[in-house]
């Protein structure tokens, strides 16, 4: 079966401070790869999304970038985080775009 | 511009009072049209994909239905249980988010 993982579980970083999370999908071949963010009390940001090796679709033009190294691996970063970063980050994976999204348990960031 | 749009933002029912959420959208390309629920601290977790105009699926007290422009999703005589932010979701490979509705069951 499927599985996402996602790490670490919360997070505190100064700002200024750089910033890696990361993502791994294990079961499946060539999934669909997505970062979201959700603020306090929101819906859900979609910021990248990876339809395979090397192909990145960003949707927030701020200080995030996605890598995906490997198949099954999504890389969120920044160099300097912002107050603004703060939020929950869910990693999520599909077969295809018409199928749904699984996702993993994300991450509490807060940036202080 | 690609959209999710739901309402109410939140709503408070009685257990045993049914209701509608709705989830209006505009979006380039549509190949799925998602429904899933967020406890608080979690991952959305998956209830119902549709695909086409017309489409219904059911579980358990749930029904969510598709039009062109449009989904709800039902919910009848609903339990405390229920109590959970409800997302509604669209596109094809860019997968668009709306705002969730709040659901409060009152004991």
């Known amino acids: 079966s499927q599985t996402i993982h996602q790490w670490p579980a919360t997070l505190v970083q100064p700002v200024g401070s750089p910033l890696s999370l990361e993502c791994t999908v294990e079961g499946t071949s060539n999934p669909n790869l997505y970062w979201y963010r959700q603020a306090a009390g929101r819906g859900l940001q979609l910021l990248f999304y990876?339809?395979?090796?090397?192909?990145i679709s960003s949707e927030v033009p701020q200080n995030l970038s996605a890598s995906r190294p490997q198949d099954r691996q999504f890389i969120l970063s920044s160099k300097k985080l912002l107050l603004s970063d703060s939020g929950f980050y869910l990693c999520?994976?599909?077969?295809?775009?018409?199928?749904?999204?699984?996702f993993g348990n994300g991450t509490r960031l807060t940036v202080t | 511009e690609d959209q999710v749009t739901q309402s109410p933002e939140a709503l408070r029912l009685q257990e045993g009072e049914s209701s509608s959420l709705n989830c209006s959208y505009t979006?380039?390309?549509?190949?799925?049209l998602f429904w899933y629920r967020q406890d608080p601290g979690k991952g959305p977790e998956f209830l119902f994909t549709?695909?086409?105009a017309g489409e219904e699926k059911e579980k358990e007290r749930l029904k969510a239905t598709l039009t062109k422009k449009e989904s709800f999703l039902h919910i009848t005589a609903p339990k405390p249980e229920d109590s959970a932010t409800y997302l509604c979701?669209?596109?094809?490979?860019?997968?668009?988010f709306g705002k969730g509705t709040r659901l409060h069951i009152l004991p």
């Open positions: 979006v380039s390309g549509l190949r799925g």
């Open positions: 979701a669209a596109g094809d490979d860019k997968i668009i």
């Open positions: 999520a994976w599909s077969v295809t775009g018409d199928s749904p999204l699984h």
């Open positions: 990876s339809v395979g090796i090397g192909q």
């Open positions: 549709l695909y086409s």
